[in-house]
């Protein structure tokens, strides 16, 4: 692990924007975002509608955009001061992503997704005591997979358990950002609730930092904070 | 090293995945490995086997005419001698202190289309093909008595000759032949052993017999009365006026061209003397056209099966963009899905290699023993020579070759793959995102 990448202190800053910007091409008008701070350890929930730029502003907290103008700071360091290799090892390193829908890598286990980032991030690796198929069983555990379903395909699974393998993957070596973009929207009602308690449980234990994007105004009672996106910030 | 490791598992989790769609274009890159590797590796054996069909001899002297023409008769046993040798000359470069051995050959009989050589003793000690091996005897013994027979292996194995067997030997060439020595019928007394050589499919016949046989004879038809019976023909002694061919062995092969030269300008007659190294190598090059062509063919079927390989991959990777996605997302960088690309194409075609060394070792080690008595083709299991693994190693270093061209445009891609992309002004990143689909719906 390099300098850029260290650990900061806790208690600081998990995230905070400043003025950003993004203009895709060949579009006239840029996309502003709120300015977003988050401590670490608190949840923030970003409602928007569609094209608000709800995944623009995502892509630009993973670092896998770089904005126009303002700039993202992370656990206290500024992503436009990382070139791209860099920026994927922080995201590596640092980060936790559940989409939607699809998280999962159709032609590995479910034990083999969840212990992906532990094998991209020697960090996160560390965080798991070196052992990450302890840690991802675990988590598998406390997620309530089967553990018949464990080293069976993941397209086996219902989109329910496919949602909580995504979670144990990126809580697993228990990074300080978690980035959710709506991961509950193919669950039913049932579901969906449950898959938010026990996720942000979760991330209480492993002291994660969620952000959780969804057009669904109910679920904002869940967390610390809450921002709209389109229109007035 | 744990990048390699990672990738390497997962390009093989990821062919294990596809291996439905995967198993069938394998399948072709096998086969028409197999079809270049195979043909590479015959060529080198027929060509072994086709240049050393004689070994052993230093010169090959016949009557005055061309090299191909005078090896083709002596050695393959196709077409005819332009003209005899007299026994006088015959004795007379046996008699040259240069000459190690000399082995008379003499033909123009057949039995049933299979050329009737007249030879002595000295064919079978001192013929050789291959590496210099000699000429052994699967049942029986050259022949002693006068009347005695020696078969070729595929001449016994094709008229199902036994020893002992009474045969009756034709006047002059083809397979049909009304004018038959049937008054003097041979007795098989040996059957040699397979050499896959033209040695196989010819039988001999000392040169006394030959002589015997074509006493009254002298006009090219039996006149009656004239001819002998074989208890008469065994009382007299029979010296050739003339032979066909004379193949010699010298004390010291420095002194072949030597030889060579002096025979060409032989006193008594026109002879000419040829190097048969040199007339079979010429001979190939002028077959070996053929097989170059084939080699050709096979690379472009090869060609073909890789570009078959790329096209599957293609289709594949439009599937796997939400693959590409997670896999960015957790971080890994976009060499690695670029590497794992060219992995994945150059695990396949290693496969392939493997399955095709296999398949190949497996059918000529099936194939050979009924190859070489049904044909009289021997064809062995050898370890592959550099050239064939040159050929072989080329086929994953080509796959890898053409896996850059996609493995490039997924690097370019996935550099640039952000979170759930829905922005409609961005055509270049349509179906590449994770909430494309939902995006399009909802608007």
Known sequence: MNKETAQPPSGSLAIETRQLRF????????????????????????????????????????????????AVNLLETNLSTLKGGARDRF????????????????????????????????????????????????LLQQLSIPETLWHRPVTQMSIGQQQRVAAARALIGSPEIILADEPTSALDTDNRDRFIELLLTLAHEHRCSIVFVSHDQSLANHFHHQRSLGGES | ????????????????????VLAMVCLTLTLSVTLLLGIQYLRTEVRQSFTSTISGTDLIVGARSGQLNLLLYTVFHIGDATNNIRWSSFKHIEDDPRVNWAVPISLGDSYQGYRVVGTNGRFLERFQHGNDQPLKLAQGQWFSQLFDVTLGAEVARQLQHQLGDQIVLSHGGGRTSFSNHAD????????????????????????????????????????????????????????????????????????????????SQFPGEPLSAILPGVALSELWRMMGQFEQVLLGISV?????????????????????????????AV????????????????????????????????????????????????????????????????????????????AWHHWRKSRTLSFGNNNPNQPDFKGDTLHGARAMTMR
């Open chain 1, 23 to 70: 203009r895709w091409p060949k579009q006239q008008a840029p996309l502003m975002f709120p300015d977003i701070q988050l401590h670490r350890g608190e949840h923030l929930f970003l409602r928007g509608a569609s094209g608000t730029g709800k995944s623009t502003l995502l892509s630009l907290l993973a670092g896998m955009m770089l904005p126009e103008t303002g």
């Open chain 2, 300 to 328: 472009f079927v090869v060609a073909t099966s890789l570009i078959g390989l790329i096209a599957v991959l293609l289709t594949i990777q439009s599937q796997r963009h939400r693959e590409v996605a997670i896999l960015r």
């Open chain 2, 1 to 20: 090293m744990s990048k390699l490791r990672l990738t390497l598992s997962l390009a093989t989790a990821s062919l294990w995945y596809r291996r439905r």
């Open chain 2, 331 to 406: 971080g890994t960088p976009p060499s690695l899905i670029a590497g794992l690309y060219s992995l994945e194409c150059v695990l396949l075609a290693l496969a392939s290699c493997g399955f095709s060394l296999f398949i190949g070792a497996a059918l000529i080690a099936s194939l050979s023993p009924w190859l070489l008595t049904h044909y009289g083709i021997h064809i062995g299991l050898r370890a592959l020579n550099p050239d064939e693994w040159l050929l072989l190693s080329m086929v994953p270093v080509v796959a890898f070759a053409v896996s850059l061209a996609p």
């Open chain 1, 91 to 138: 995201r590596a390193d640092h980060m936790g992503v559940i989409f939607q829908q699809f998280n999962l890598v159709p032609y590995l286990s479910a034990l083999a997704n969840v212990t992906l980032p532990c094998r991209l991030s020697t960090r996160r690796r560390n965080q798991t005591q070196g052992n990450p198929e302890t840690a991802a069983k675990a």
């Open chain 2, 184 to 263: 003097l019928p041979f007795r098989v007394s040996g059957i040699l052993q397979a050499t896959g050589t033209p040695i196989d499919q010819a039988v001999y016949i000392s040169l006394e017999a030959m002589e015997a046989m074509h006493v009254g004879w002298e006009s090219g038809v039996a006149i009656p009365g004239r001819t002998l019976s074989a208890s008469s023909a065994e009382a007299r002694s029979f010296t050739p006026d003339a032979i066909t061919a004379i193949l010699l062995g010298l004390k010291n092969p420095i002194m072949t061209f030597q030889l060579q030269r002096e025979l």
